[in-house]
């Protein structure tokens, strides 16, 4: 079996061997001229200086009356001039003032009289005359080399009569995805089947800072064919991006097929995710393998080819804008590697709040929910909850300021309700995370969420949520919010050929639970022990999922026969479903959060008729 064996290089060390060694290679960066009036956002090659004086001609700066300055010495306001006509010109704004007159009066300080004007005050030498150079002289430097250009230098250029401009190249990126198991964007994939959307991401992220990209045929792992695509690309391209095929598997040729036609520099960095990069130059062009997880390739192309991109363009690397917040749980990193954690951030009275998300590489939808990375440095443990830690934005601060944070039991009904408030009026972005009830109980707590969603069953009464405020909040700090009744049930495949109809049937089939700490766990667990049965014999029972529709999810693709959950989630996978019981699923509110404005739009969304209409839609809910 063929290894590639991976280094461990620390990412700042790996980025600067690399960035050095593409700066040796490229040398100078190609240039290219730009009409003047299409190259916003392009960078300069070289200085730019004015072909003409800005005004060219002595212009007036205002509608009135161009006079020779010496005929009006003797204007005053008690003893008005009179100025016969021939003495003086009409002129507008921007009109060229005769060579034989120096001054203009505004049309606001005359007053017509007998076919000529009065004025009521001398005028000096070029008063309200813009004259020739006012603005620029010809020769000035409009701006040196390396700017990026805005709308108003662009304008400048023109008014400098420079029509063109020598602008850096455009490096173009080719983008190659790899893999037998990779087929083309489908909204109905076979078994095995992983549908390719990284060139997605990776050239819309080149397209924001402002290189262009080229994507390749979907490349089979075969080395040969590998091989002659890298060769072509690196050929017809100023950089090339390899999806995939860079770790250390079978099929991972990346690596190798860059070193036998250039050099890898770096193959393997400090970067948890992102690991199985390979760094390398094939004669002038950078060729970068990017891991196949989405996240993985994501923070490889913030951390690595961004720097590379914006050498190539001629661009500054912007700084990172970085925030401090309090870790609303405890984050646990090992040692080895540099961790981005990607968090969804709060704001409060008492500053910021970063709420981990999913870490998987995989799991794409961590960094379209993310506000911020949390980088966790290398040879650091990580960090406790309600710890101080530094959070660099992913967006303006501004977004954060209006961002309603939910942590809590997950329901549909959430995503449902950030829907209205995006279509509302109200500015506020809700961003929800799937903590299970007791994870919204900490979360209000510690005042590191607004609100949860949560439906907590007392086993001995049989109530939900009330006691568990009363044990966790015994000197308040909490508003318990009524939301809906909702359905749990047993869901089960279509036709339910396990003969499932009772909770006490679980234990003939294979069962997918909930995380602990879910309110769907405690009742799951509650059942259990009423009904006598023995969870370590529930094939399965230790297998959790974090949300409803990834149950149900398990169940419809056939890894799990069983699995505890709502109705809606059930309907949603066209799944037939066993009701169990109704629960109370309430929202648990900060004290200090509730008359916010944020969360009075929350409770006015969850009261409105658009709301019911949606739950009436998704069934499984009792108002």
Not at 278 to 297: E, R
Not at 434 to 453: E, F, N, Q, W
Not at 503 to 524: A, E, M
Request: with cysteine.
């Amino acid at each position: 079996m063929k290894q590639n064996y991976l280094n461990n290089t620390p990412i700042e060390e790996a980025l600067n061997i690399y960035l050095g060694a593409v700066k040796d290679a490229v040398g100078e960066r190609k240039t290219e001229t730009v009409k003047t009036c299409e190259a916003f956002g392009r960078v300069l090659a070289k200085a730019v200086y004015a072909v003409i004086c800005s005004p060219h001609y002595n212009a007036s700066a205002m509608d009135g009356i161009a006079v020779k300055s010496a005929d009006t010495v003797s204007a005053a306001e008690n003893e008005p001039l009179f100025l016969p006509d021939g003495s003086f010109q009409v002129v507008d704004t921007g009109d060229a003032i005769p060579d034989e007159y120096d001054a203009v009066i505004m049309v606001e300080d005359i007053t017509e009289k007998d076919g000529g004007v009065l004025i009521y005050s001398s005028a000096h030498p070029w008063q309200n005359i813009r004259q020739i150079g006012e603005d620029i002289c010809m020769g000035d430097m409009l701006a040196p080399s390396l700017t990026v250009l805005t709308p108003q230098l662009c304008g400048s250029f023109l008014a400098g009569g420079v029509t063109e401009v020598e602008c850096i190249g455009k490096p173009l990126f080719g983008i190659i995805p790899t893999g037998d198991e990779i087929v083309s964007p489908t909204s109905n994939p076979k078994k095995g089947e992983i549908i390719e959307f990284n060139s997605v991401i990776f050239s819309g992220m080149l397209k924001e800072i402002g290189t262009e990209s080229k994507i390749y045929e979907i490349v089979p792992d075969k080395k040969e064919l590998l091989t002659a695509v890298i060769r072509q690309a690196a050929e017809e391209c100023d950089a090339v991006l390899v999806l995939a095929g860079s770790s250390a598997g079978r099929d991972d040729y990346t690596s190798e097929i860059i070193d036998s036609l250039g050099r890898v520099l770096v193959h393997g960095i400090a970067a948890k995710p992102g690991k199985p990069a390979v760094l390398g130059l094939i004669g002038k062009t950078p060729v970068v393998g990017l891991p196949g997880y989405p996240v993985s390739g994501i923070v490889v192309m913030n951390e690595i080819v961004k720097p590379v991109a914006d050498f190539l363009s001629g661009k500054e690397t912007p700084e990172k804008a970085f925030i401090t917040a309090t870790a609303a749980r405890s984050i646990v990193s090992s040692l080895k590697y540099k961790e981005f954690v990607r968090v969804t951030v709060g704001k409060r009275e008492n500053g910021f709040f970063a709420q981990p998300l999913p870490r998987a590489a995989g799991v794409i939808t961590s960094f379209t929910k993310a506000d911020g990375i949390l980088e966790v440095p290398q040879n650091t443990e990580g960090y406790e909850i309600g710890e101080q830690v530094r959070v660099r934005l992913l967006r303006p601060v501004e977004e954060i300021d209006n961002s309603l944070i939910v942590a809590g039991s997950h329901d549909p009904l959430i995503d449902e309700i950030a829907d209205l408030l995006k279509r509302s009026e109200a500015p506020y972005r809700l961003c929800s995370s799937h903590v299970g009830s007791m994870g919204a109980v900490t979360a209000v707590r510690t005042h590191t969420a607004h609100l949860g969603g949560i439906h907590l069953l007392d086993t001995e009464s049989g109530k939900y949520n009330e006691s568990y405020i009363k044990r966790y909040f015994p000197n308040g700090g909490a508003r318990l919010v009524k939301g809906v009744g909702r359905i749990q049930g047993l869901m089960v495949k279509k036709g339910n050929p396990c003969n499932i109809y009772t909770f006490p049937d679980i234990v003939s089939c294979r069962y997918v639970n909930r995380q602990k700490g879910s309110g769907t766990r405690i009742l799951c667990d509650f059942l259990t022990q009423k009904y006598g049965l023995d969870e370590s014999k529930i094939k399965g029972y230790y297998t959790e999922e974090c949300t409803h529709t990834a149950v149900a999810a398990q169940i419809a693709n056939g890894n799990a026969d069983c699995g505890l959950g709502i109705y809606s989630a059930a309907k949603m996978y066209d799944l037939d479903f066993i009701e169990i019981c109704v629960e109370e699923y309430d929202f648990l509110i900060d004290e200090k959060a509730y008359d916010s404005d944020s969360v009075q739009a929350f409770l006015k969304a969850l009261g409105s008729e658009a709301f019911k209409k949606r739950l009436s839609e998704m069934g499984g809910y009792r108002l």
